[in-house]
């Protein structure tokens, strides 16, 4: 048996295994002194064999989201467990409970969203009564869209650290990262927590090299007059979330970049087991902070355990060794042996992840980016059973043009990927960068995405000949390329339908492009658009092909 508290009667509660034939086991809460100054007293249960004490822990209380970020979920959203197999509210409070008894005194839940699950309030509050049991921090990490009006309730009910993931502060650049709406409703969530005095609030910014790492110095900005601590993130691999080491962005870097709009920035103190490095710009309310999970990491002071939204301890975010809790608790496992359990996991704890320095075999090739352009064009379609390439536009014996019937060709999904580039001249691409892409006209990667998606849409319109589909997917993304000094573009089409997108990701490309040079014409008129071409393509019956260039 391992050594706990004694616990007394003072506040039980009873939980109800979903389990069939399982009796209710009482939870009862330690301590005859109810003084929320209370301190736990430090155990070994969760300290692991490199003398690391885990007292912070997360618990994702839902797999469900209301946005559809593309870094993290693909559009059409992932399979979700049954309810049945996700932790109950009363399974939630047990552990927790349990956790504070071995001595974690910071507990903060995640998801998917914390906010869309039903009983969010009501579960804040039963956590929030742990802090007289020892508990000295309770937190949320939400994406604010459904926060606001739920925040005062929450706050009363002992949440004290709020986290919100906000990505950018261009609402266009907003709806299409998270694939939908809401910006005004996150900032509303972050301005209500300001104005409720939390003592801890926090804007969490993945940062994605290309995608929005222009924002960076408006993210500084923001800190100047709101009391908030805004923390930059290393884009980090997962299974699924398109990773790749090109996008990523080192926090030296990021530094570099404020620092030479805002001079030094004051270093702060960090805490023994904090992952955030965090500095200040002179005379500003709010803090900057950089996460450093790839380039600096700190496994020698992790502090962390999660508990996932069905139930399983993961000792490092990286491992996959789980162990399920929800199982054996629905098996009716006492405390004395859920708390042996957990231990032994502890203890099993590496001491550091092994994070690959690049995941390359594991994304899809349209979300590499290209730097190489071939300039040969072919101006044909090819079937892969003739021998002979023909022009399908025009009447093989008139040589008039002609629209390609379709009646009798079977739907299939289809995808094009189409690529081109804008070279400017050197102090065109300075200035440029210098700033931070924005121009009169607004931001210019980010008016060129939403351009070259809005041709996409057009193409039936503006190519004769062309017949007008219905898109699934436009995908648009636009960066900056130091070596060749160019704007680089790659755009994804997809449909289902009869006839393919080659051309739908050629004028998504070379609209966005076109809207570079409009954008940066003032500046100068000396740009060169080249090498727009079709690089892949999949569906029909002549099936997938890729460029061999």
């Known amino acids: 048996m391992l050594p706990r508290r004694t616990l007394s009667l003072l506040n039980t509660r009873y939980l109800y295994s979903t389990q069939a034939g399982i009796a209710p086991k009482p939870i009862q809460y330690s301590n005859t002194n109810p003084d929320r100054n209370v301190q736990p007293v430090p155990h070994d249960t969760l300290t692991d064999t490199y003398q690391r004490h885990h007292n912070y822990l997360r618990i994702s209380i839902t797999e469900r989201c209301n946005l559809r970020c593309t870094y993290c979920m693909p559009e059409e959203g992932i399979q979700l467990s049954p309810n049945a197999n996700l932790l109950q509210k009363e399974e939630i409070i047990r552990l ?43 937190a949320m990490t939400s994406n604010g869209i459904a926060l606001k009006r739920k925040l005062p309730q929450l706050v009363q009910g002992g949440l004290d650290t709020l986290n919100v993931s906000l990505d950018t502060l261009d609402p266009h650049l907003f709806e299409i990262m998270t694939r939908r709406r809401g910006f005004d409703k996150v900032v509303g969530a972050i301005d209500e927590a300001v104005r409720l005095n939390m003592p801890h609030v926090k804007i969490n910014t993945v940062v994605m090299r290309g995608i929005n790492d222009q924002e960076v110095l408006n993210f500084a900005a923001y800190t100047k007059n709101r009391p908030v601590n805004v923390r930059f993130i290393e884009y980090m691999p997962f299974d699924g979330n398109k990773w790749n080491q090109n996008k990523l962005v080192p926090f030296k870097e990021l530094v570099n970049r404020i620092e030479s709009m805002y001079g030094s920035l004051n270093k702060l103190r960090d805490s023994a087991n904090d992952t955030t490095k965090h500095f200040q710009i002179p005379g500003y309310q709010g803090k900057l902070g ?15 355990l999660r508990i996932t939204a069905d139930g399983n301890i993961k000792v490092c975010l990286f491992g996959n060794t789980e162990v399920s809790l929800r199982d054996l608790i629905r098996e009716g496992k006492t405390d004395e042996e859920l708390v042996q359990v957990i231990s032994a996991a502890v203890k099993r704890k590496k001491k550091q992840h092994a994070v690959p320095k690049q995941r390359i075999s594991n994304i899809p090739t349209y979300l590499l980016p290209t730097t190489q352009f071939d300039y040969q064009r072919a101006y044909y379609s090819t079937k892969n059973h003739d021998d002979e390439p023909r022009l399908t536009h025009t009447d093989p014996n008139t040589g008039e043009a002609r629209m390609v019937s379709v009646t009798d060709k079977a739907p299939t999904k289809r995808e094009a990927k189409a690529i081109g580039r804008i070279i400017l001249p050197n102090h065109a691409y300075q200035l440029l960068k210098k700033n931070e892409v924005h121009t009169m006209k607004g931001n210019v990667l980010t008016v060129a995405q939403i351009a070259g998606i809005q041709a996409a849409k057009a193409t039936s319109n503006l190519i004769p000949l062309c017949h007008p589909l219905l ?22 089409v997809q449909t289902s339908g009869k006839t393919g997108v080659e051309m739908e990701a050629l004028t998504a490309t070379s609209v966005a492009l076109l809207t570079v040079y409009d954008m940066c014409k003032a500046a100068t008129k000396e740009m060169t658009i080249e090498g727009i071409r079709v690089v892949s393509k999949t569906g029909g019956k002549s099936g997938p092909w890729k460029s061999k260039k």
Do not use: Y
Not at 116 to 134: A, S, W
Not at 290 to 304: A, E, G, K, P, W
């Open 96 to 138: 927790a409970r349990l956790f504070v008894d071995q001595g974690v005194t910071k507990i903060r839940l995640t998801g998917g969203e914390p906010t869309v699950r039903p009983d969010i309030i009501e579960l804040v509050q039963e956590l929030g009564d742990l802090k007289q049991f020892g508990l000295k921090s309770l």
């Open 290 to 304: 950089f996460i450093t999970s790839m380039t600096d990491h700190f496994c020698s002071t992790c502090n962390r």
């Open 471 to 492: 898109l699934g997917l436009i995908d648009v993304r636009l960066w900056l390329d130091d070596a060749n000094r160019s704007v680089e573009c790659e755009s994804i």
